[in-house]
């Protein structure tokens, strides 16, 4: 597609639910990023891939926050046993090369009640 | 740790006037710089990309410089417009770390017709 796609837009999950969040990156690009935004707040990054490689997970909150590549194009944010402090957004980006920077996706606005 | 600051916070101007918003950053070993755009309950628009070799970069009305040495950016924006309206957040991509983005919280900033 001629963008990065991001789904479902909005999520309310009951507090202990499990989560998935996907994105479809851009066809050819490389590197995948998911960054957290909570309200008011900048993107703080969560997880990096270049191509099927998770490279860099520091980002991740806690074990409960589990992300995935497997055939370097559609990436999965998996959130087990959701809590409140879980709400944000959660935007993806992907990226050809550095030189030429990155396409965020409108992002996936999760409630957890 | 790199550290990304952004001052003001909220800005509001009326229309026509030239402003300026300012980035700060703790690190220079940085690889690149942006400047993005964001609306309410929207992902992230790139507005420009400065590498850390270079000093500036135009789009329209848009002017970024960049002074790595003394870990600063400003974001010149002319003749103001209504539609210029909503949240612009600097990034820092720091050396090494694969191309993740370290945001500042961003300025919002609201051009009065």
């Known amino acids: 597609g001629a963008g990065v796609s991001q789904s479902p837009r909005y999520k309310v999950a009951k507090r202990g639910q499990d989560v998935a969040l996907r994105c479809d990156p851009i066809?050819?690009?490389?590197?995948l990023f998911w960054y957290q935004q909570a309200l008011g707040q900048g993107p703080e990054f969560l997880t990096y891939?270049?191509?099927?490689?998770?490279?860099?997970k520091s980002g991740l909150p806690s074990d409960r926050f589990f992300a995935e590549r497997p055939e370097g194009s559609v990436s999965t944010l998996k959130i087990q046993r959701t809590q409140q402090e879980d709400s944000a957004v959660y935007l993806c980006?992907?990226?050809?090369?550095?030189?030429?920077?990155?396409?965020f996706g409108s992002g996936t606005r999760l409630t957890v009640v | 740790k790199q550290e990304v600051t952004q001052i003001p916070a909220a800005l509001s101007v009326p229309e026509g006037e030239n402003l300026v918003l300012n980035c700060s950053f703790t690190?220079?070993?940085?690889?690149?710089l942006q400047w993005f755009r964001q609306d309410p309950g929207k992902g992230l628009t790139s507005l420009l990309l400065?590498?850390?070799?270079?000093r500036e970069q135009t789009s329209g009305r848009l002017n970024a410089s960049l002074d790595k040495s003394s870990g600063r950016s400003t974001l010149y924006i002319a003749a103001s417009q209504p539609g210029d309206s909503a949240t612009y957040l600097c990034?820092?991509?720091?050396?090494?770390?694969?191309?993740?983005?370290?945001f500042g919280q961003g300025t919002e900033l609201s051009v009065k017709p």
């Open positions: 980006a992907s990226s050809f090369d550095m030189e030429n920077g990155y396409t």
């Open positions: 066809s050819g690009h490389v590197s």
């Open positions: 891939f270049q191509n099927e490689a998770q490279l860099d």
């Open positions: 690190d220079s070993a940085i690889y690149n």
């Open positions: 400065i590498q850390s070799s270079q």
């Open positions: 990034a820092v991509s720091p050396w090494n770390q694969g191309g993740k983005l370290i």
